[in-house]
């Protein structure tokens, strides 16, 4: 139901779509994760036991919770299974440097993050984060019991888990030799995500206002796998939204120019024409009276 209501269109959902759809067409005897039909930020993980190693005989269940920004931060990992190696139910995160996950690497996906965590199970545990000092008497027996262990969400145990897991690699051709074509980074390790500092880290190095926007184009982008190498054009629409109310203002100037251009320039510093037109007049009558003045005397 909560699945119906996320955005299949998201980069970051599409991300994680398509890495479970790898998952489950090509499938491995040894491991398998998958997404909650009712959250697909939430994973539930299955696979053996390293061989060669005191966990060889051990099927080991657990918890992966993909962050919102996925694949930008990494994933974290919470067994369920005791196994001597890592406590049960406390997060696990994988980094570069085991303290902070923001040297996570987008490219890295779940399926390198499960081989990877798989693999340092068999590790000296001595001096590294996250790991537990327990005789091997011990993990062989919480290997054997491991077998048993039933998780609610899937409802089934890991024997049947890891069975189904053969039947389907065999099915595709799939061996265990193929795991090892997975390519670990050395350079990844592991540590607990409530000892990492990554938190501080953010906190002191959070991106301006302005910044923001294109930190989540190119969050979006690596989602996806891909980061656009061609120069972004900036839109002009907000150039757009500014010159609206000038074409009034420029049409309302318009009509007073042009009332200014009509009006008639006057050489006579302003004075009336039928004023000039009765002074004259006034000046003929005058010089008639006069005249008549001067006949008849």
């Not at 939430?42 to 993909?66: A, D, M």
């Not at 996806?224 to 420029?250: I, K, L």
Request: aromatic content about 6%; hydrophobic content about 35%.
């Amino acid at each position: 139901m909560a699945s119906a209501k996320l955005n299949t269109k998201s980069p970051t959902m599409r991300r994680i779509l398509k890495e479970a759809q790898e998952l489950a067409n090509s499938p491995s005897p040894d491991y398998t994760a998958s997404p909650l039909e009712t959250d697909l930020f939430e994973w539930h993980f299955t696979f053996r036991g390293p061989p060669n190693s005191v966990y060889s005989e051990g099927i080991y269940h657990g918890r992966i919770v993909l962050p919102p920004a996925y694949p930008l931060r990494p994933p974290s990992f919470r067994f369920s299974t005791p196994s001597g190696r890592f406590e049960a139910n406390r997060e696990i995160c994988l980094s570069i440097s085991g303290h902070h996950e923001e040297t996570w690497q987008p490219a890295w996906g779940v399926r390198t993050a499960l081989v990877a965590l798989r693999s340092f199970m068999e590790t000296d545990p001595k001096g590294q984060l996250g790991g537990l000092e327990t005789p091997d008497a011990t993990r062989k027996r919480l290997a054997l019991e491991s077998h048993a262990f039933r998780c609610h969400a899937c409802g089934r145990t890991n024997k049947e888990i890891i069975q189904e897991c053969e039947e389907l690699a065999a099915a595709h051709g799939a061996t265990s030799s193929d795991s090892a074509e997975v390519e670990i980074p050395s350079d990844l390790k592991l540590g607990w995500k409530d000892e990492m500092n990554g938190t501080a880290v953010m906190e002191h190095e959070k991106p301006e206002p302005g910044a923001q926007a294109g930190l989540d184009i190119e969050s979006s982008q690596l989602a996806e796998g891909f980061v656009q190498t061609t120069p972004t054009v900036n839109s002009p629409a907000p150039a757009t939204t500014t010159p609206v109310a000038q074409p009034p203002r420029a049409a309302a100037a318009r009509p007073v120019m042009t009332r200014q251009r009509q009006q008639p320039v006057r050489a006579n510093g302003g004075v009336p024409s039928w004023l000039d037109q009765l002074i004259i007049v006034l000046f003929v009558v005058l010089i008639a009276a006069v005249l008549h003045r001067v006949v008849s005397s």
